[in-house]
């Protein structure tokens, strides 16, 4: 696990430089301008920076002269990450279903995400519905089978242009006359500014709630990692809408900042649960702070 997401997040450190900044600091002490530039560019933001940059400026100066700041740079972004109650948690089960429902913007990769969800509950030998309620995208429905085959799962879905409120209603019956353990639901990808568009995932997530009396509720914002500090956004506006239990962070082998995971959930307390390594159904695992954030600077902590 180390050895992949240390892989993965070798454009974050290349871009992002921390391992130039170190080597320099011998020579020449703590650059506080240089690392505060290299972390709002690699979308940390500007609020998480001025406070991972205050808490280490804190430990440094009481820790002498010999201090490994990369070390501390360490214990400070894991520290921050486990604040937010829940981080890491993996789905949760009890004697009920559990459904989880999974919102986002287009393109984050929610319909991937359901497969590989369910795909590693069924490692741990629980059955999963699918259900397609993402009616409005071209294929969408079609593609959702595809990767439910792959994951092993059931796929409830209705024709295209379809009411995405009745596939929910059927997959939820599915789920109980099947005797299964979780029900994901897929739904369209909204702009978080769209109200109708919000106004119709509340209706599903309501369903859901009518339906679903003594299950575990999930609600998970997909988030890709390319979107930057615009996730921020998105966490904010879809929690207004649904209340959201955790954060999916996507596609961190596509991008070379990836700073957003450190403040998207921090700064309005919703934990990032999963994250997202690559195009494999075993490439969506959960999030573990330490491992992150050793991988993140990995390199650097070796050389100084």
Known sequence: MFSKLSERLGRVREKWGIQALFSERSRNGISW???????IAGDV????????????????????????????????????LLEVKGTGEPIRFSSAPTAVLLVGVNGSGKTTTAAKLSWNLGREGRKTILAAADTFRAGAVEQLRIWGERAGARVVSHPSKGDPGAVVFDAIKATEARGCDCLIVDTAGRLHNRDNLMEEMARVSGIIDKNCAGWVRESFLVIDAVSGQNGLKQVEAFGKVVPLTGL????????????????????????????????????????HPGEFVEALIADVRKEV
């Open 45 to 80: 933001g500007v609020t998480m920076t001025e406070r991972v940059i205050d808490t280490l400026r804190a430990k440094v100066s009481v820790s002498g002269p010999d201090v490994d700041p990369a070390k501390l740079l360490s214990v400070v972004l894991r520290d921050m």
């Open 248 to 287: 999916v962070m996507t596609k961190y082998d596509h991008t070379a900042k990836g700073g957003v995971i450190l403040s998207a959930g921090h700064e309005l307390g919703v934990p990032v649960r999963y994250i997202g390594l690559g195009e494999g159904m075993e490439d969506l695992v959960l999030f």
């Open 33 to 39: 301008e240089s690392l505060e530039e290299v972390l």
